[in-house]
C-alpha cells in the first residue's frame, strides 16, 4: 500500500515523488514528505534490525498538504493514510476503495466493465456498455 501511496503520489506531481540516491538518501526524502517516525507512532521501529545504527533527521511535521497543494481534502486524507509509518495501521486496500477519493471525489472512477481487454492477439479493444453487458450474459 506504500508504494500505492508513492504511485498516487507520482501521478498527481507528474514526477517522482521519493527519488532517492541511496538508502541515506531515500530515508531522509521520506522523512522531509512525513516527518520523523518515533516509537509514539510507530512502536515496533526499534525492533528493526538497523535502527540503532543510524540517526534519523529530525522533522517533527507531516509535509504531504504543502508537497500537494492542489490536492483535495479527501487526496491529502488518502495518501495520509497509504503512508502510515506503522504498517499495521497501514490503509489496506479495501478502506482505500471505499475511501472518500474513490468514491466521491469526481472525476468517478469507470465500471471495471469499461476497461480495455487484452484479445488473445495482443490487441486490446474498448468494450462498449453494450458489448460487456453481452459478454457476462455470455459467461453466465
Sequence with gaps: MWACG??????LLHKP???????????????????TPTEKIWP????????SNIQLLNQPYNNIKTVFPD?????????NRLFVYDPTKRATAEECLASD????????????????????????????QKRAAEEEIEIL
Design 101 to 128: 477519493y474513490m468514491t466521491i471525489q469526481s472525476p468517478l472512477p469507470c465500471h471495471p466493465s469499461m476497461m480495455p481487454r487484452l484479445k488473445r492477439d495482443g490487441s486490446t479493444r474498448r468494450r462498449t
Design 6 to 11: 508513492c504511485i498516487m503520489g507520482e501521478l
Design 44 to 51: 515496533a521501529i526499534r525492533e528493526l534490525p538497523l535502527f
Design 71 to 79: 490536492a483535495s481534502v479527501e487526496c491529502i486524507t488518502l495518501l
Design 17 to 35: 515523488l521519493l527519488p532517492g540516491s541511496n538508502e541515506i538518501d531515500q530515508l531522509q526524502r521520506i522523512i522531509r514528505l512525513l516527518g
